[in-house]
């Protein structure tokens, strides 16, 4: 009697799993085949989407995620909802999609993160791939994705004269150059260091962004007029040019959007309008003559940015590892070389991605961890982070990810200042980020390779 009730208990279950992978099955080619034939798409474009949808990505990584009935039944519906969460913390893939669908270039740690997974074959995850038979991704369809991240990167994110052996690197090295006008550049060079932006003419763009110290101040938090107190700590301006976002935030679209926002910012520089600036700066006729010539119109707001971000876009600083990336090979030491490689093992290389080894993307604080709770200071409104900006739940915790280019002399580190040596910097992020132990040689080796990145500045010649 037992040994049938068993039988039949085990049958019902074999049933139950083919019925459930059956209704699967169709429900996922299906969803691939309407998904493309839906919205127009190019050629190749319709078939890396088809691709995609046909391994179900979107299940977990689509904040629009078309989830089969079943998904609604007691206990999977608690499983399907964790891993949709799991897998929305970690990626989302909507941004993805929008570029295959508009034609626009796919984002480029969008491009590195489905690279590492494919290469390291983890997704889709087993447990799924076994309900969900059709999305095993076979060597031709590996092969088809990773030659379309190629293509893509090539297109769109290669860096001219980089060595042939790193055209394919998520990390990119600097351009040689970005074209700017000079004229706008002497100005914009001195306005960054001109303290009448500020209230009481005690601060500048140069107080907390030096350039004689990586780009930053070395305080936890920056100080404003009046000696107040900022709320977050201030990211370099090296290199910020090629930032996708200005701040943590990312509330800047681009640099002379970030350059109108400390003036007139009651913790920062406290002016209570451009009108206030320009009145000074009329009083002084040799800048007033040479702004000017270059900008007819005279003194704005939208001028005075326009010259900051200018001069911005001339504070690159090529390091040794730009050197390595373009074929020298003697470039980096042996330390230096394995730490890079274990900085793309321990998947560190599908954030910090890009000519600024960061900055293309907003990642959430804590994938594998509280970082917060931990931390255990209380919370700020900047912890928040890009949430104060979209007020959109899911961005909670979200920041920019960071340039890692001059790192070594950015401290203290983290958007919250709160870490004051770089090996400890980044124990964090292996433990809360990576979830894989950091062992002393190991991060040894990590922190020789982010000392690589320290590079030089050379002020452009105006005259």
């Known amino acids: 009697m037992i040994r049938k009730s068993l039988i039949a208990a085990s049958s019902l279950a074999v049933l139950g799993y083919l019925g459930l992978s059956g209704y699967a099955y169709?429900?996922?080619?299906?969803?691939?085949?309407?998904?493309?034939?839906?919205?127009?798409?190019?050629?190749?474009?319709?078939?890396?989407?088809?691709?995609?949808?046909?391994?179900?990505?979107?299940?977990?990584?689509?904040?629009h995620t078309g989830?089969?009935?079943?998904?609604?039944?007691?206990?999977?519906?608690?499983?399907?909802?964790?891993?949709?969460?799991?897998?929305?913390?970690?990626?989302?893939?909507?941004?993805?999609?929008?570029?295959?669908?508009?034609?626009?270039?796919?984002?480029?740690a969008d491009l590195?993160?489905?690279?590492?997974?494919?290469?390291?074959?983890?997704?889709?995850?087993?447990?799924f791939r076994s309900v969900h038979w059709s999305t095993n991704l076979t060597e031709n369809d590996r092969r088809e994705l990773l030659d379309w991240i190629s293509s893509e990167r090539e297109a769109h994110y290669t860096t001219p004269g980089v060595a042939l052996q790193f055209r394919n690197e998520s990390a990119q090295p600097l351009p040689n150059l970005i074209p700017v006008d000079p004229?706008?550049?002497?100005?914009?060079?001195?306005?960054?260091?001109?303290?009448?932006?500020?209230?009481?003419?005690?601060?500048?763009?140069?107080?907390?962004?030096?350039?004689?110290?990586?780009?930053?101040?070395?305080r936890k938090t920056s100080l404003g007029v009046g000696s107040q107190v900022g709320p977050?700590?201030?990211?370099?301006?090296?290199?910020?040019?090629?930032?996708?976002?200005?701040?943590?935030?990312?509330?800047?679209?681009?640099?002379?959007?970030?350059?109108?926002?400390?003036?007139?910012?009651?913790?920062?520089?406290?002016?209570?309008?451009?009108?206030?600036?320009?009145?000074?700066?009329?009083?002084d006729p040799p800048l007033t003559q040479a702004f000017n010539a270059v900008y007819p119109d005279g003194y704005s707001g939208k001028a005075i940015t326009d010259a900051i971000a200018e001069f911005e876009k001339t504070l690159l600083t090529p390091s040794r590892f730009d050197a390595y990336l373009?074929?020298?090979?003697?470039?980096l030491t042996s330390k230096e070389i394995r730490g890079y490689k274990l900085f793309k093992a321990d998947r560190c290389a599908t954030c910090h991605v890009g000519k600024n080894?960061?900055?293309?993307?907003?990642?959430?604080?804590?994938?594998?961890?509280?970082?917060?709770?931990?931390?255990?200071?209380?919370m700020?409104?900047?912890?928040?982070?890009?949430?104060?900006?979209?007020?959109?739940?899911?961005?909670?915790?979200?920041?920019?990810?960071?340039?890692?280019?001059?790192?070594?002399?950015?401290?203290?580190?983290?958007?919250?200042?709160?870490?004051?040596?770089?090996?400890?910097?980044?124990?964090?992020?292996?433990?809360?980020?990576?979830?894989?132990?950091?062992?002393d040689e190991d991060v040894d080796a990590l922190v020789a390779f982010l000392e690589s990145l320290t590079g030089n500045y050379t002020p452009m010649k105006t005259r």
């Open 232 to 283: 977050i700590n201030a990211p370099t301006v090296f290199n910020a040019v090629l930032n996708r976002a200005q701040f943590w935030d990312g509330r800047a679209a681009g640099l002379q959007d970030q350059a109108g926002g400390p003036p007139l910012n009651p913790i920062e520089m406290a002016s209570t309008s451009w009108a206030q600036i320009i009145g000074k700066l009329k009083m």
């Open 357 to 378: 080894l960061g900055g293309q993307s907003f990642e959430r604080m804590g994938l594998h961890g509280d970082y917060f709770a931990d931390r255990n200071t209380g």
């Open 380 to 439: 700020t409104k900047a912890d928040n982070g890009r949430e104060n900006v979209t007020a959109d739940e899911f961005d909670l915790h979200r920041f920019k990810t960071p340039t890692l280019r001059n790192v070594a002399l950015t401290g203290p580190w983290l958007h919250d200042g709160s870490v004051t040596d770089l090996h400890q910097a980044v124990r964090i992020m292996l433990k809360y980020q990576v979830g894989t132990p950091a062992r």
């Open 112 to 127: 590195a993160k489905v690279e590492f997974v494919i290469r390291d074959r983890s997704m889709p995850p087993k447990l």
């Open 26 to 63: 169709f429900h996922d080619t299906d969803y691939a085949r309407q998904s493309v034939s839906r919205t127009s798409y190019s050629a190749e474009n319709a078939r890396i989407r088809t691709l995609l949808d046909q391994k179900a990505c979107y299940y977990c990584h689509s904040r």
């Open 183 to 218: 004229r706008k550049v002497l100005i914009g060079m001195q306005l960054f260091h001109d303290s009448r932006l500020s209230a009481d003419n005690t601060v500048s763009c140069a107080s907390c962004h030096s350039l004689s110290g990586g780009g930053v101040d070395g």
């Open 326 to 331: 373009r074929g020298d090979e003697a470039a």
């Open 67 to 108: 989830l089969p009935g079943y998904a609604r039944l007691p206990g999977i519906r608690q499983l399907s909802s964790y891993d949709v969460k799991r897998g929305q913390e970690n990626f989302q893939i909507d941004a993805l999609f929008e570029s295959l669908r508009n034609g626009t270039p796919a984002p480029e």
